[in-house]
């Protein structure tokens, strides 16, 4: 009676490791959500990216985003929520288009960093590691100033990105959580955003 | 008889019963701190990987209690194994400084090259990011003007704003990264208690933590403010 109530407990704790378990997985995978309004993006702004210069500015959220944001970290001892704002190139590499490394940047973003990479490709970001740190209605900007790299193209498409996760302290490898693609018109499946052009939303 | 049996019986229940919940709760504990150090990633067998392991140098405010004293006694471990060796160092100052200050600051130890700067005015949120691509500070500054006069500011108000106070010398510097041998930044180190932490571009955990998962490593510079300021 007591070996099948020992079973029955050791049953009962290997199914609590196991939704713990997919609970955590889950979270490690980064979802892709239809562009906005999401709360991870400002109501509003604009961008624009060219072999120089890449702003994206103008960026508001209200008072209930910010307050998502606040009651989001301070479920989070260990972590910091963060959002990105990416450049990602269609049919090149960020090395092809800058030098890397050169860049000066101008941001009022908490706890701003950039995110330009020779080991990462794919995209050029500005970024926070303190999302909690937004204050509702002020106009944030993100500005990086760049080198053209030689024989760069002059106006290729990429994709705008905004994109919200967690890091923690020192390093880290996990994935966003979640992300959005800005698309200039609704039904387009190809990126139509193109250097020297101004986008708002 | 039956009263001590019943006792027994109530005690193993109860012995069970905390050892299962001690054993859910440490699961519990260690999943959950792997999940948010996103060391949970290799369970999952999705199509998406990150390939990347960023590092944040600079970031002291946020790191553990002993981080920038650690970072210093590598800084010192480094110069009396291999005195000569390049490294590139995120420096952090006690205060915000202007370019002839920082320049003093620095130019007690010779063979030190500036390769970035970081300014912004005292307790507010925001900072100004400038390449200093010859090692002199005055000149890096005057090309991100010229750059930014080319570019314009997308006539944002807020940006406009923020480049007005800049050119007024409201902005200070708060940190930068130099490039030296392993001795030099040790004795500027020693030298100067302006330098509040010291942050070598390299990272022996996160390299082998990249090494073992075949990943790439970013160091990526996110010097924390002397006021606590984002």
Redesign the interface.
């Known amino acids: 009676m007591k070996q099948r109530r020992l079973v029955k407990r050791i049953l009962a704790i290997l199914s609590s490791i196991t939704i713990i378990l997919s609970m955590q997985v889950n979270a490690s995978a980064a979802t892709q959500y239809a562009w906005g309004p999401n709360t991870w993006t400002p109501y509003q702004g604009s961008f624009y990216a060219s072999t120089t210069y890449v702003s994206v500015y103008n960026m508001k959220w209200n008072s209930s985003q910010v307050s998502i944001w606040e009651l989001a970290q301070s479920g989070q001892f260990l972590t910091w929520l963060t959002t990105e704002y990416e450049i990602r190139p269609v049919n090149y590499t960020t090395q092809q288009i800058w030098v890397l490394g050169s860049e000066s940047f101008s941001t009022n973003l908490p706890a701003a960093y950039c995110e330009f990479q020779p080991d990462d490709p794919e995209d050029i970001a500005v970024c926070s590691g303190w999302a909690a740190g937004y204050v509702a209605e002020t106009s944030y900007y993100g500005r990086l100033y760049l080198s053209a790299a030689s024989n760069a193209p002059t106006t290729p498409r990429y994709i705008f990105e905004s994109e919200y996760g967690q890091t923690v302290p020192l390093f880290d490898d996990s994935l966003p959580l979640c992300y959005e693609q800005y698309v200039s018109r609704p039904g387009l499946t190809l990126p139509s955003t193109y250097f020297g052009t101004y986008y708002n939303w | 008889m039956k009263n001590i049996n019943s006792k027994r019986k109530t005690m193993?229940k109860s012995a069970?019963m905390a050892l299962?919940v001690v054993?859910?709760a440490a699961?519990?504990v260690a999943?959950?701190?792997?999940?948010?150090?996103?060391r949970?990633?290799a369970?999952?067998s999705?199509e998406?990987?990150?390939e990347?392991?960023?590092?944040?140098v600079g970031?002291i405010i946020?790191?553990?209690n002993d981080?920038a004293k650690d970072r210093f006694r590598y800084v010192d471990n480094l110069a009396a194994k291999n005195p000569s060796e390049k490294v590139t160092a995120v420096l952090g100052l006690d205060g915000y400084y202007t370019v002839d200050e920082v320049n003093k600051i620095i130019s007690a130890s010779n063979n030190v090259k500036v390769n970035r700067v970081y300014m912004w005015p005292e307790g507010e949120?925001?900072?100004?990011?400038?390449?200093v691509?010859n090692g002199n500070i005055a000149d890096?500054i005057k090309?991100?003007m010229d750059?930014?006069n080319?570019?314009g500011?997308?006539n944002?108000?807020?940006?406009i704003a923020?480049?007005k106070r800049f050119l007024n010398g409201e902005y200070g510097i708060f940190a930068l990264t130099i490039t030296c041998p392993a001795n030099v930044l040790n004795t500027l180190v020693l030298d100067n208690e302006r330098l509040i932490y010291a942050d070598i571009k390299y990272?022996v955990?996160?390299e082998q933590?990249?090494q073992r998962?075949g990943?790439?490593?970013?160091?990526?510079?996110?010097p924390s403010k002397p006021d606590g300021a984002?």
């Open positions: 193993a069970i299962s054993i859910i699961v519990a999943l959950a701190v792997a999940g948010v150090f996103g949970v990633t369970f999952a999705t998406e990987t990150s990347i392991v960023k590092v944040f970031d946020r790191a553990p981080y949120t925001g900072r100004l990011s400038i390449y691509e890096g090309s991100y750059k930014v080319e570019t500011l997308d944002d108000p807020q940006s923020d480049y990272n955990e996160a933590y990249a998962r990943k790439t490593v970013n160091y990526i510079e996110l984002y």
